[in-house]
Structures are given as structure tokens and as C-alpha cells.
């Protein structure tokens, strides 16, 4: 899997960041994609997905803040991060597969280096 995420850092509650997830090529326009996020001592969780024909999925918990979008032609994934929040703060990673289920339950055998998302004042 080669998958590189960046675009982490530090910023206040209420803040914004926009994470890229750079993908290997092989047939990314036909691949789902999701973003992931896993703070310390919790499990990874699933954040966003967006399937090939642009349809997007959220967690409750960052709805109407978070959008997740695909850019076929750059093999890349973003997430646009309004609004956020202290419980925001993980390491976020993307991965990618063709089938929605393995998304939706994150069971990859293998992730790329995530990105640090750190939200405090």
C-alpha cells in the first residue's frame, strides 16, 4: 500500500486544516476512500468515506465540519477541517480499497504514515 498523508499540525479550537492522502496510482479512480483517525489509547475510527461516484460518508462526530473530496486526475484524497475541536486531535491516516464494506470497517492489512492533528490552545 503506498498511501502518504500530510497536512497536520497544530491549531486552536476553532481552527481549520486541509489533509492530502497521496495515493499509488493503480486504479485509484475505481477505488473507495476513507479517512481514519486514531487518538491515543482508542481505537482507529473511521472519520469520512467517499465512494467513486462522489457520494460521502461521515462519523456523527464531525458532521457539517469536516468535508472529505477526491481528486482523480492527482491520485489524492483530502479533508477540509472546520470548527475544530480538542477531541479532534489524532493521528489521521487514509486508505483505499475497492470494496465500500472494507472502508466502512477499516479492516486493511496494511496502512500508510498518518499525520499528526493536534487542536489545543
Known amino acids: 500500500v503506498q498511501l502518504q498523508a500530510s497536512g497536520g499540525g497544530l491549531v486552536p479550537p476553532g481552527g481549520s486544516l486541509r489533509l492530502s492522502c497521496l495515493a499509488s496510482?493503480?486504479?485509484?479512480?475505481?477505488?473507495?476512500l476513507g479517512w481514519y483517525r486514531q487518538a491515543p489509547g482508542k481505537e482507529r475510527e473511521l472519520v469520512a468515506a467517499?465512494?467513486?461516484?462522489?457520494?460521502?460518508q461521515y462519523a456523527d462526530s464531525v458532521k457539517g465540519r469536516f468535508t472529505i473530496a477526491r481528486n482523480n486526475a492527482e491520485n489524492t484524497v483530502y479533508l477540509q477541517m472546520n470548527s475544530l475541536k480538542p477531541e479532534d486531535t489524532a493521528v489521521y491516516y487514509c486508505?483505499?480499497?475497492?470494496?465500500?464494506?472494507?472502508?466502512?470497517?477499516?479492516?486493511?492489512?496494511?496502512w500508510g504514515q498518518g499525520t499528526q492533528v493536534t487542536v489545543s490552545s
Open positions: 486508505n483505499k480499497g475497492p470494496r465500500w464494506i472494507t472502508i466502512l470497517s477499516g479492516n486493511f492489512d496494511s
Open positions: 467517499i465512494i467513486t461516484a462522489g457520494s460521502t
Open positions: 496510482a493503480n486504479r485509484f479512480s475505481i477505488m473507495q
